[in-house]
Every structure is written in structure tokens, then in C-alpha cells.
């Protein structure tokens, strides 16, 4: 069997979890793609200028996650506006300069809700004021949103999402939170006690909505089944991210993605249909 001659990776802390190495991988077979490999690495926000300066030509990309969005602008030749706008970089691609930093998560965000048929809105909530909440407001506004309503558990937080687009943007306590006709709802809270909480404040009848909830572990979550049962289209975290992968891919390879069979692969190793 021959040597990889082209490598990628994820690296975060902790990593093993990362689903990535699966999506990238059924990727590359789809694609045909023999000569990449895609390998999972834990480094920390200390260890990621030594490690991305350790790393020779044949280093075509990295995918990042927690906690290194942030500190990825310190190692980053340059960064486009995009990733500059979200506030984080999740993407790293060799260029003839150095490391172009860039975010993906704006892609997925925009990708998931529009194959969910939730385009042409012009109104959307945010549930949660994290760093995924950036990406995104950013998404909806890929998708034609102008009004958009932040429900945050820590509203001061969420000042300064105002400063993200050009756009009206709401900021309501969560506890206070009440939809009142948004086409969509993207939900960056974790699953646990916080999910649960915000599924609370569904009533009333959701067809026509479409809810995007970032997780994708246990699912569907407390959020996701209270929407679902409202009468909402609902869709996994999964969804974003084989969409925000997809696109990381491209960059990398330069190829179209497979996109299909890197959603194949993630529903597989989740244990994931569809319509679940």
C-alpha cells in the first residue's frame, strides 16, 4: 500500500470524540482520492503554533475545534474576512504564503437550514450568545435574514453579536423568550439541563418553522423533540457539521466534495436516519 503523499487533520482537546476523521475520510474513498490521509491529533491552546510549525508540505489542511478557534488567529499568515467577521477560525489551508485561516461553520449553518428548505427568511431567533453563535447569525443572514432574535441565558453577553452584521438584531433573557413568527431557529446551546431549558419555551404551533440544533450527540435533543412535537422541521448538528466539513475539504483537496457519502458516514457512526 503507498505512503500517504498529502495530509490533513483535526486537532483540539480533547479530540477523540471528533467525528471529522470519519467525514473527511469517507471523503477522500468517495472522491478517490488514494494519496490523502486525515488523522486526529490532541493539542492544546500552548501546543498549536509548535505543532502547525513542526508540519512539512505534504500538510494541506487542518480542521480545528475547541478551544483553538480563537488562538488559530496567533498562527494564521492570513485569515479571511469571514473567519475575521465570526470571530473564529475552525479552518487552516496551506497556501504559496503560509496558513490562510478561515471559517466553515458559516457554510454549515447556511447548508443544513437551506437542504431543510428554510430559505428566503427574512426573521430568525438564536438560541444561546457562545462562539457558535457568531457563526450563526452570520448563516441566517446567508440566508436573507434581516431581524434576528438572540435568546441568551446571559444577555450582556450578547451585546456584542449586534456588531457581527449589518442587521436589527434583538437580545431577550432567555427565561423571557417567546417565538413569535420566525421561520427559523438555530439553537447553540450544549445538550444537558441548558437544552432542556430552552425547549420550555415552545408552544403554540411550529409548522413552517425549521429548527437547527449544533448538537448532535443524543439526539434528538430535549430541544429538538419539543419543536418536532410543535409541528417544526427539525435538524441535527450533524448536518452542519458534514457541511461545514464538506467544505473544509474542498479547500483542502480542491475538489468537490462527496457530500452525500460524508453524511452517509457521519448517520452511520451516530446511528442517525434522516428523519430521526
Do not use: C
Request: charged share 15%; no cysteine; hydrophobic share 45%.
Amino acid at each position: 500500500m503507498l505512503s500517504p503523499t498529502h495530509h490533513a487533520g483535526v486537532l483540539g482537546s480533547p479530540i477523540r470524540h471528533s467525528l471529522s476523521p470519519t467525514l473527511h475520510r469517507a471523503g477522500y474513498v468517495a472522491a478517490g482520492l488514494s494519496g490523502w490521509d486525515y488523522t486526529p491529533h490532541d493539542v492544546d491552546e500552548g501546543g498549536l503554533a509548535p505543532f502547525v510549525a513542526g508540519l512539512d508540505g505534504s500538510w494541506r489542511g487542518l480542521s480545528l475545534t475547541m478551544p483553538l478557534k480563537v488562538s488559530a488567529f496567533e498562527v494564521a499568515d492570513e485569515v479571511s474576512e469571514l473567519a475575521h467577521r465570526a470571530g473564529a477560525i475552525n479552518t487552516l489551508v496551506r497556501t504559496d504564503a503560509g496558513w490562510r485561516g478561515d471559517n466553515t461553520d458559516v457554510h454549515g449553518v447556511t447548508r443544513a437550514l437551506a437542504d431543510a428548505g428554510a430559505t428566503g427568511i427574512t426573521s430568525a431567533t438564536i438560541v444561546g450568545s457562545g462562539a457558535t453563535a457568531r457563526s450563526a447569525l452570520l448563516g441566517l443572514v446567508g440566508l436573507g435574514a434581516t431581524r434576528i432574535t438572540v435568546a441568551a441565558r446571559t444577555p450582556q453577553r450578547a451585546e456584542e453579536l449586534r456588531d457581527v452584521a449589518d442587521v436589527d438584531v434583538l437580545i431577550v433573557p432567555l427565561d423571557e423568550w417567546s417565538l413569535t413568527g420566525d421561520a427559523a431557529i438555530v439553537s447553540t446551546v450544549p445538550g444537558g439541563p441548558a437544552n432542556a431549558a430552552a425547549a420550555g419555551h415552545l408552544t403554540g404551533v411550529l409548522d413552517g418553522v425549521t429548527l437547527l440544533d449544533v448538537v448532535y450527540a443524543d439526539w434528538p435533543t430535549p430541544l429538538a423533540r419539543a419543536a418536532r412535537e410543535h409541528g417544526a422541521t427539525i435538524v441535527s448538528g450533524l448536518e452542519m457539521l458534514v457541511h461545514q466539513a464538506a467544505r473544509q475539504f474542498e479547500l483542502f483537496t480542491g475538489t468537490p466534495a462527496p457530500v452525500e457519502a460524508m453524511q452517509s458516514a457521519g448517520r452511520a457512526a451516530l446511528g442517525h436516519t434522516p428523519d430521526a
